[in-house]
């Protein structure tokens, strides 16, 4: 993720009055390697407030196939995101 988008989430006080707002419940989801994504530079930002950031990302080596079935390889699908807020105690909308 680039230095400035980092900078500006670090910056901003909207992104740690959108993580109160929620309780504290954020996740960020990729569809790639976790490392120096949005989910890390969001994580920065929202460090010193206290509050932490699930991440839901691609975790191993890609492979080819179906978008589909790599979003439920990967943990990325729909239902994993609905899980994730289930677990962190988000209601989900339906």
Same mark, same amino acid.
């Given at each position: 993720?680039? /230095?400035l #988008?980092?900078?500006?989430?670090?910056?901003?006080?909207?992104?740690?009055?959108? *993580?109160?707002?929620?309780?504290?419940?954020?996740i960020?989801?990729?569809? +790639?390697? =976790? =490392?120096?994504? %949005?989910?890390?530079? #969001? *994580?920065?930002?929202?460090? !010193?407030? /206290?509050?932490?950031? +699930? @991440? %839901?990302? #691609?975790?191993?080596? !890609?492979?080819? &196939?179906? !978008?589909?079935e %790599?979003?439920? @390889?990967?943990?990325?699908?729909?239902? =994993? $995101?609905?899980?994730?807020?289930?677990? $962190? &105690?988000? !209601? #989900?909308?339906?």
């Amino acid at each position: 993720m680039g /230095g400035l #988008v980092r900078s500006s989430l670090e910056r901003s006080p909207r992104i740690t009055l959108t *993580a109160r707002a929620t309780g504290g419940r954020v996740i960020t989801v990729e569809d +790639h390697y =976790a =490392a120096g994504g %949005l989910g890390d530079a #969001v *994580a920065e930002a929202l460090a !010193p407030a /206290g509050y932490t950031v +699930h @991440r %839901l990302a #691609v975790r191993e080596i !890609p492979r080819s &196939g179906k !978008p589909e079935e %790599l979003l439920d @390889r990967f943990g990325i699908s729909a239902a =994993a $995101i609905a899980g994730a807020v289930r677990t $962190i &105690g988000a !209601p #989900v909308s339906r």
